[in-house]
């Protein structure tokens, strides 16, 4: 008898052993939850220059302004980013003001809504001509930035506006704190009160980004509007002000702007710095600044990936390379048009000398050329999608 009962209490052991590896190893607890991410497409400037706003006025067929086919091309790169984000230059005209651009912009309200149906989200609005219109500028543009549906950063109607919302990005909370350097030595006018604009201080964005992420942020993005025009090399105030912010970390990313060239890409502190994105639409090229490189600007790529330990980790960025077309004033994408033959030559010869400063600025942060698009069309018309007109 002491046999067969030694066999069952092996076949009763060996049961109990396959049970329990069939069985999850925490009864009733829920399965860790999936690693979240987001994506960021970020551009350079958009400055509403006189000659922007006419063209914008001649999309409009002379009667309204639209500003919409001068994104066009980028609209697909900023839908497939949950998060997409500008830089405006230059207030939204209040009302009874007559539009202008530089030195004084006082930009159509049609623009606001432009940004918005060609995919961006939200833009900085702190930058050296914030109050080139007064206060009444600055409350105009974020009176047509909600109107719009188009969130906004860097200044404020309100003290309680300045305080940056934590939005909600594919599940992860998110803040973007922008800052200007200045206000081109304007005045501050009457009735000014400090949280009109974010000022940059290296000790205010990391109080301010400590602040997000006792709110709840688990990512935060900064907007610098800094640097030197036209240098595409970094200052020492810019080097000094990433160095210090980077190394509290509790910023994700710095975007910059304001050079209205490229400027590097750079690891410091093991965050990333993108110092200058250019232009993305502006009448600024070398015949109106006599300054190569004006034309040129990126859409900055970035995935934001949840670490299993905790935090984000922020992927290699990927520059893309746009370039301001005359004379629609469109930006297109380098990496598909220069090699594509129904362009005018002497057009494409000058967007490969674009494409090739800034693969010589930023590397291998910007994709290699696309193929010809197999086509035997030889004039100098653009697909129906995105026309560009011969100039």
């Known amino acids: 008898m002491q046999q067969p009962l030694r066999r069952r209490l092996v076949a009763t052991a060996i049961s109990l052993a396959v049970f329990a590896l069939c069985v999850p190893a925490a009864q009733g607890e829920d399965p860790p939850a999936p690693l979240r ?36 091309e980028l609209r697909p790169y900023l839908e497939a980013a949950d998060l997409a984000i500008c830089n405006l230059e230059g207030p939204i005209a209040p009302a009874g003001i007559r539009y202008s651009g530089y030195p004084s912009f006082a930009t159509p309200v049609a623009m606001a809504q432009s940004l918005r149906d060609a995919g961006f989200d939200r833009c900085s609005t702190a930058n050296n001509h914030t109050i080139d219109k007064g206060l009444a500028g600055i409350d105009a543009t974020l009176d047509a930035f909600d ?20 939005l909600d990005v594919n599940g992860v909370r998110v803040a973007h704190l922008a800052y200007t350097y200045g206000y081109n030595g304007r005045l501050r006018p009457r009735g000014w009160e400090p949280w009109r604009t974010n000022f940059i201080s290296a000790s205010r964005v990391i109080a301010d980004a400590q602040d997000a992420r006792v709110r709840g942020a688990e990512v935060v ?13 970094p200052t020492i105030a810019q080097l000094n002000v990433a160095k210090a912010v980077t190394s509290a970390g509790v ?34 090229r070398q015949a109106t600044t006599l300054r190569l490189g004006t034309q040129e600007g990126v859409l900055l790529q ?8 905790g935090g984000f980790e922020v992927l290699r960025p990927v520059a893309i390379p746009t370039w ?12 598909k048009r220069v090699n594509d033959p129904r362009i005018a030559r002497w057009i494409r010869r000058q967007m490969y000398e674009g494409y090739r400063r ?21 004039t100098t018309t653009m697909p129906a999608t995105t026309p560009l007109p011969t100039p």
């Open 302 to 309: 970035v995935t934001f990936a949840e670490r299993a330990e």
């Open 324 to 335: 301001v077309y005359p004379p629609s004033l469109r930006a297109v994408v380098l990496t």
């Open 147 to 166: 109107a719009a549906g188009l969130g906004h950063s860097g200044t404020a109607r309100t003290p309680e506006e300045a305080i940056a919302p934590i």
């Open 37 to 72: 991410s987001f994506t960021l497409a970020a551009t350079g400037d958009v400055i509403a220059h006189n000659a922007v706003n006419q063209r914008a006025l001649l999309n409009g067929g002379g009667t309204s302004y639209d500003y919409r086919p001068m994104f066009a």
């Open 251 to 284: 910023v994700d990313l710095i975007i910059g702007h304001h050079a209205h060239v490229l400027q590097p890409i750079r690891k410091i502190n093991g965050t990333w710095v993108a110092f200058g994105l250019g232009n993305i639409v502006s009448n600024q």
């Open 358 to 378: 800034t693969r010589f600025l930023l590397g291998s942060f910007v994709p290699p050329l696309e193929p010809p698009p197999t086509t035997t069309t030889t």
């Open 221 to 233: 993005i900064v907007s610098f509007h800094w640097g030197q025009e036209y240098r595409q090399q």
